[in-house]
């Protein structure tokens, strides 16, 4: 009776750490473009910011391929879609359904591909944040 009672109380502690664990983000980095030259004199001339949408490269994981596409206003990224999520599974649909919105939410707070991964959407995370930089890439290339 004392060792059920130890294995139920150990178990509901044990959920409660996974529940709570937070990983940290996987860094990334992004290289910025150097200035050859230095411009003339003279005021700043204001350009016209651009808005624009690039998708980023299909990337194959274990459970299918994934793919997005980023909006960027200038710099600022004001949008993130997936255009393609594993759903050939019942469970692979229910991940991809439940972490899109959260994925996004990431990346557009981060303003980068350098997202928390989410627990038990590991490879989701990282084919997403790996097709996102793709896109970033492309964009500032």
Same mark, same amino acid.
């Given at each position: 009776?004392?060792?059920? *009672?130890?294995?139920?109380?150990?178990?509901? *502690?044990? =959920?409660?750490?996974?529940?709570?664990?937070? #990983?940290?983000?996987? %860094?990334?980095?992004?290289?910025?473009?150097?200035?050859?030259?230095?411009?003339?004199?003279?005021?700043?001339?204001?350009?016209?910011?651009?808005?624009?949408?690039?998708?980023?490269?299909?990337?194959?994981?274990?459970?299918?391929?994934?793919?997005?596409?980023?909006?960027?206003?200038?710099?600022? *990224?004001?949008?993130?879609?997936? =255009? %393609? =999520?594993?759903?050939?599974?019942?469970?692979?649909? /229910?991940?991809?359904?439940?972490?899109?919105?959260?994925?996004?939410?990431?990346?557009?707070?981060?303003?980068?591909?350098?997202?928390?991964? *989410?627990?038990?959407?590991?490879? #989701?995370?990282?084919? /997403?944040?790996?097709?996102?930089?793709?896109?970033?890439?492309?964009?500032?290339?």
């Amino acid at each position: 009776m004392l060792r059920s *009672i130890a294995a139920v109380v150990l178990t509901v *502690i044990g =959920l409660f750490m996974v529940v709570r664990f937070k #990983t940290t983000p996987v %860094e990334r980095t992004v290289a910025t473009p150097v200035p050859t030259a230095a411009v003339a004199a003279g005021p700043p001339t204001p350009t016209p910011t651009l808005t624009r949408t690039v998708d980023g490269p299909v990337v194959d994981m274990r459970w299918g391929p994934v793919q997005v596409a980023v909006t960027l206003q200038g710099a600022t *990224i004001t949008d993130v879609s997936a =255009l %393609e =999520l594993p759903t050939d599974h019942a469970r692979s649909a /229910y991940i991809s359904q439940t972490v899109a919105p959260i994925l996004r939410n990431e990346a557009l707070q981060a303003q980068s591909s350098n997202i928390s991964v *989410i627990s038990g959407a590991t490879f #989701t995370t990282d084919a /997403y944040a790996r097709s996102l930089q793709g896109a970033l890439d492309s964009a500032h290339a």
